[in-house]
């Protein structure tokens, strides 16, 4: 793993432990949680909230301790196992102190420059530094400064070796309750309609006609073609092609441990209903992709 702090280059390598006889508990990790701690491909994952009201340190600290520390994953180190010569990683379940990972800059507070730009700035310097790998690989870092967006702002940075957006998203819910029943987990929206329902009695006697055995039969057909053709492409592309030029494209010579700039865009839920309603949508997401600048 590859940080910058103060100005230097620092590496952080992975605890190293030799035993014969681990604990069961000390599972290994997957091929993808592996991947995230090979050379110039430490991910972390940030999450930005805002908040209407200045934050309890002390409310937060407790709900970390009774939700997210229940979690093996976050309550568990990640070490380098050599005992049986692969150097394999492996979750070592570890005592966790809230204090070490809840972090308060308290000084943000005292600086009389812009709080908007001073709280950027914060989070853009949080890509140059990485979670200590002597502790589970996350932290939540709390900014009681008002900005333009909300009364206070809380960044919780995850080591994308913990999991992906949709395992950070699933276990995100699971630490809400709903506020009709405190003691049931929020539950998905399922929505059915009778337009539905007609749709699919429709749709079963259609089955009886030739004709829609022969329209299937041309788009299997077509998706065999292109599905022969997308892995030529993309057995060419790792050859010898190059891919094309975007503004997501990462230029030559990037530094992974170099400082990040994020950007901030406000939508209008409005707009993403009306997309949903245009497009006769059941349910729509909003995936956000970062480029570095």
Not at 65 to 91: A, C, T, Y
Not at 142 to 156: D, G, M, Q, W, Y
Not at 249 to 257: D, E, K, P
Request: one cysteine or more.
């Amino acid at each position: 793993m590859e940080g910058q702090g103060s100005g230097k280059k620092m590496i952080l390598k992975p605890l190293r432990i030799i035993s014969k006889n681990l604990d069961e508990e000390a599972m290994l990790l997957s091929p993808s949680s592996r991947m995230f701690h090979e050379p110039n491909y430490n991910v972390y994952v940030l999450a930005i909230m805002g908040w209407k009201v200045p934050i309890n340190v002390d409310s937060i600290k407790a709900e970390l301790q009774s939700k997210i520390l229940k979690h093996p994953r976050f309550s568990s180190l990640q070490v380098m196992d050599e005992s049986d010569g692969g150097g394999n990683m492996r979750w070592v379940p570890t005592t966790v102190n809230i204090d070490d990972h809840v972090i308060v800059p308290l000084q943000l507070a005292d600086n009389n420059v812009d709080k908007d730009e001073l709280v950027e700035d914060y989070i853009s310097n949080l890509s140059t530094t990485n979670v200590d790998m002597s502790k589970p690989l996350w932290d939540f870092h709390i900014l009681n400064v008002k900005t333009c967006h909300a009364e206070a702002t809380s960044v919780f940075r995850i080591h994308h070796s913990i999991g992906d957006g949709v395992a950070l998203m699933s276990f995100l819910l699971s630490c809400f309750r709903t506020t009709s029943d405190p003691t049931c987990l929020p539950k998905l929206p399922v929505f059915s309609s009778s337009k539905d329902k007609s749709n699919l009695s429709q749709t079963k006697n259609r089955k009886k006609n030739l004709w829609q055995y022969l329209v299937k039969l041309w788009f299997f057909i077509k998706l065999l073609f292109n599905t022969i053709a997308d892995v030529l492409l993309f057995i060419a592309t790792a050859l010898f092609l190059k891919d094309s030029q975007t503004p997501f494209t990462t230029t030559q010579g990037f530094n992974a441990s170099a400082r990040q700039r994020y950007i901030y865009r406000t939508i209008s839920l409005d707009d993403v209903k009306f997309i949903k309603d245009v497009t006769n949508a059941v349910s729509i997401y909003i995936i956000i992709n970062f480029s570095w600048i």
